[in-house]
């Protein structure tokens, strides 16, 4: 059933047919009601029976009472029968079939193979069976109360199940009565080529049925069902790389706008390509959408001044302490950085020296005894007077100042009706104590899509010491990846668990089965270069081959490893292909060749995908000062942003590499 909870707008009538339909125990319907988000008119129900018969069901509100009385009156004869009685489903299913006939390229006036039920589940069979009798419209089927129980109800749609529909008829049906499920064309994973002569169509690809139900899940409660559901208003969507998570954030954030006029949105991601991704198909998908896309740190800048200090200047403020405060500490610099990183990211309230000996640091690879905590504490408060004194702020300090100036009253703070969250495995606890203070208290939603497997900042479940009581029964995993080919999904899996055997904690990883059952292509290819200007040389090569195949320039995307890489990559790429590459983080369509980071890339896509700059990652996990503890998270952070790179392609993955331990890791030949 699609919602799996009755919407709070329908009426009791209405209410009273999706209930019977929820209590068929059957494994064989699939049941849709429809949504009023283009202004269109459609009957309430479109049912699904064993996957190839389809049934239209229109309610009636009449009673026996006002059945019998307007028979009494003769009003048959004077035509005002379906204006008295609320037929205007009988219209309203003429109307929805004629344009379903058009679409297919008909006048409207042929015949879909559908049954047209009109229910009247307040009215008794015998005074519906007079109306059926005196109305004469063939083609329909007009059932009482009596018929409208759940063992009626599906024993007439087991005798009345006589003409199946091919696949292009069901697809047509279902897209015309399920618009907000249909996905644009050329939004298809698979297609590297797109389709400029017309807008976006949605007809050809649909939403699948768990990812439907993710998106309509407790759309549209009640406030009484609301109340009677724990945490009613948060949604977590988790899933294997590929399964359509963000989809489903984008499709719930157009069908709550639609169905909440004026409510208040907002979408946050944690990196720039990807709000410029989402805003892009919203566009293409709904421009009149009103909803808010900004990055957490670009939300936080709208609403709180700050300046960040250099990562250089950073790391010298720490090295210097360490020398003047705390001569004897075996610790290294990276590591204070990333300690005092943790502490902002998880101290949601007093950030006292109580708290850090106390608290479990989860995730942590390196264990600190209590003189050595106290050591790291009394560092970090001198480490955070410096910056303070200065004027600046780290990056991770930055939100947890937010949330102390909000607890203060400093900041005025926006209340929204629904926060989305996507990749909410890079987000800190700290983010998340933010949000939750600016949703609604009433009727505020957070909907959040998360994968722990690409959780290359910090644990990846990290919403668990804010939000974890609230999770629990809220949580939904998608188990079906659609972005890539089986190869390429194959590869990046095997890469994955050679470098993490003994992963725990939730790891979102294909199996054999469904492997199996993925769409197949090339090898992903792995090509060895001697020098990085080669490297650049190469990559520009295979752009121009692809688009000399007739690829389009927006189905590239090239990833390097090093972000401080992207600007001369940008800039070389320009030279051999001028006006076709653009920085992701600034691009304002899918039109052009998109560069990004590895540390930028997670939540886009495209069907080629060529990698750069995993040598330095995988050089990184050798270097001479890191303790096994250190090396061991560094290369658990490292295989996770190699896994997410390798599932950004669609069709083809190249990946370029020229050290010896890269070779290694890669299995190259």
Avoid at 408 to 416: E, T
Wanted: hydrophobic residues 40%; positive net charge.
């Amino acid at each position: 059933m699609l919602p799996e909870t009755v919407p709070a707008r329908f009426s009791k009538a209405v209410a009273k047919v999706y209930t019977a339909l929820k209590r068929i125990e059957a494994e064989d319907l699939v049941c849709r009601v429809s949504y009023p988000l283009d202004g269109k008119q459609r009957p309430e129900f479109f049912v699904v029976y064993r996957e190839r018969y389809v049934f239209l069901l229109g309610i009636s509100e009449a009673t026996t009472e006002e059945v019998d009385s307007l028979l009494q009156g003769d009003l048959f004869a004077s035509g005002v029968l379906a204006e008295s009685l609320d037929l205007a489903e009988h219209h309203r299913m003429e109307r929805f079939i004629t344009t379903v006939m058009e679409d297919l390229g008909g006048d409207g006036r042929g015949r879909i193979p559908v049954e047209k039920w009109l229910l009247f589940p307040k009215a008794s069979g015998k005074s519906v069976e007079r109306i059926a009798e005196m109305a004469n419209w063939p083609g329909y089927r007009l059932l009482g109360r009596e018929s409208c129980r759940p063992d009626a109800l599906h024993g007439h749609f087991r005798e009345s199940a006589r003409n199946p529909l091919d696949d292009l008829l069901l697809k047509r049906l279902q897209g015309s009565f399920s618009p907000e499920a249909a996905i644009p064309r050329d939004w298809a994973p698979h297609r590297a080529k797109r389709d400029r002569s017309h807008a976006p169509t949605q007809t050809d690809f649909f939403l699948d049925y768990d990812q439907e139900a993710a998106v309509k899940r407790d759309l549209e409660l009640s406030e009484e069902a609301r109340q009677a559901v724990d945490s009613g208003g948060l949604r977590l969507i988790t899933g294997v790389a590929g399964c359509g998570k963000t989809l489903v954030l984008l499709m719930r954030a157009r069908m709550m706008a639609r169905l909440q006029p004026g409510s208040t949105l907002l979408v946050l991601t944690h990196n720039k390509p990807l709000r410029a991704d989402l805003e892009m198909r919203i566009r293409e998908l709904d421009p009149d959408v009103q909803v808010k896309w900004t990055t957490f740190y670009a939300w936080i800048a709208s609403l709180m001044p700050f300046r960040v200090i250099p990562d250089g200047k950073q790391k010298e403020i720490t090295g210097r302490l360490v020398r003047e405060r705390a001569p004897g500490l075996w610790l290294s610099v990276d590591f204070l950085r990333d300690e005092f990183e943790w502490i902002c990211d998880h101290a949601v309230d007093a950030v006292t020296e109580e708290w850090y000996l106390n608290t479990d640091r989860v995730g942590r690879q390196k264990a600190l005894g209590k003189n050595q905590r106290s050591d790291v504490f009394r560092l970090f408060q001198y480490y955070r007077k410096e910056l303070k004194r200065t004027g600046t702020n780290d990056w991770s300090g930055i939100p947890a100042a937010f949330l102390r100036n909000i607890r203060k009253g400093k900041v005025r703070l926006p209340r929204y009706d629904a926060v989305f969250i996507d990749e909410a495995q890079f987000f800190a606890p700290v983010w998340f104590a933010c949000i939750k203070a600016a949703l609604h208290p009433d009727r505020g939603q957070l909907f959040m899509v998360a994968d722990p497997t690409q959780g290359f900042l910090r644990n990846g479940r990290s919403w668990h010491q804010v939000l974890g009581s609230e999770v629990r029964g809220r949580s939904q995993r998608l188990v079906r990846p659609y972005r890539n080919t089986r190869q390429i999904l194959d590869f990046a899996r095997r890469f994955y668990q050679r470098r993490l055997p003994s992963e725990e904690g939730e790891v979102n990883l294909p199996t054999k089965e469904v492997l199996g059952e993925m769409s197949s292509g090339e090898e992903p290819k792995i090509v060895q270069m001697a020098t990085s200007q080669d490297e650049r040389a190469r990559v520009a090569n295979e752009l121009s081959a692809a688009l000399a195949k007739g690829l389009s320039p927006g189905g590239i995307l090239v990833i390097h490893a090093d972000a401080r890489q992207i600007e001369g990559l940008v800039r070389h790429l320009e030279e051999r292909h001028p006006g076709m590459v653009v920085d992701a983080r600034e691009a304002p369509d899918r039109d052009r060749i998109r560069v990004c980071s590895l540390n930028a890339c997670t939540g886009i896509e495209a069907p080629v995908v060529i990698f750069l700059g995993i040598d330095s990652l995988l050089e990184s996990e050798n270097a001479l000062d890191l303790d096994d503890s250190e090396r061991t998270e560094r290369i658990r952070g490292n295989t996770k942003k190699i896994f997410v790179a390798f599932t950004r392609a669609t069709q083809r993955l190249l990946v370029f590499y020229r050290s010896r331990a890269a070779a290694v890791a890669l299995k190259a030949p």
